[in-house]
């Protein structure tokens, strides 16, 4: 099944703890990006990726990191996770921006 | 800063009747437009996309396009509960991969 797995779907965790969540494709994808989902403010995105080791920065990138090593893989890293960060989290992939994005099943991630 | 605009609703609509959800963007060189449905609690499902001027039909489902006036809208047609969503408008601007999102209008359809 064609499908875009994120992992964790739910994360709690502390102020300052660096965490991973990974995201991974099976449809042979060149893009990929990451968004988040705040009430009131729709889907931000926060990186993308048009290729293996080709990212560039979303509307709201402050706080992250990602990178894409394989082509199936681009995972979002939060090397010091903030209250302003909690949010639900949803990686998405495209075999180009004019066919529109699959998303994930999303994370939704709190930081106390 | 470009952007994408959607009434938030909610939008009540009856059941059988036609739902209208409408669209504005600020930069003209977009490109591609694309509709997402979703569900509460679940992910963006991408229902319809269109690039050029004029109307797009797919099943109970319409995508309209202006380029000059830079709206675009979908059209449900016989609305059923399972329509009951919210409708995310999302734009892809020429020569940037990049795709932005409006904040969504929540359509509920009335048995």
């Known amino acids: 099944e064609a499908q875009v797995t994120q992992n964790p779907r739910y994360l709690i965790t502390v102020t300052g703890k660096k965490l991973t969540v990974t995201c991974s494709q099976n449809?042979?994808?060149?893009?990929m990006s990451w968004y988040r989902q705040d009430p009131g403010l729709g889907l931000r995105q926060i990186y993308y990726?048009?290729?293996?080791?080709?990212?560039d920065k979303g509307d709201v990138p402050e706080g992250y990191k990602v990178s894409r090593k394989e082509k199936r893989n681009f995972p979002l890293i939060l090397e010091s996770p903030s209250p302003n960060q909690t949010s639900l989290y949803f990686c998405?992939?495209?075999?180009?921006?004019?066919?529109?994005?699959?998303f994930g099943s999303g994370t939704r991630l709190t930081v106390v | 800063q470009k952007e994408v605009e959607q009434n938030s609703g909610p939008l009540s609509v009856p059941e059988g009747a036609i739902a209208s959800l409408n669209c504005t963007y600020s930069?003209?060189?977009?490109?591609?437009f694309f509709w997402y449905r979703q569900y509460s609690g679940k992910s963006p499902e991408l229902i319809m996309s269109?690039?050029?001027?004029g109307d797009k039909e797919d099943g109970r489902f319409t995508a309209q396009l202006n380029k000059a006036s830079q709206y675009v809208s979908l059209l449900i047609r016989d609305s059923q509960p399972s329509d009951s969503a919210t409708y995310l408008c999302?734009?892809?601007?020429?020569?940037?991969?990049?795709?932005?999102f409006g904040t969504g209008t929540r359509l509920t359809i009335i048995p």
């Open positions: 930069d003209r060189v977009s490109q591609s």
């Open positions: 999302a734009v892809s601007y020429f020569g940037n991969e990049k795709l932005t």
């Open positions: 990726s048009m290729n293996v080791e080709v990212t």
């Open positions: 998405a992939s495209s075999p180009s921006p004019d066919y529109g994005y699959t």
């Open positions: 449809m042979n994808h060149e893009y």
């Open positions: 269109i690039y050029s001027n």
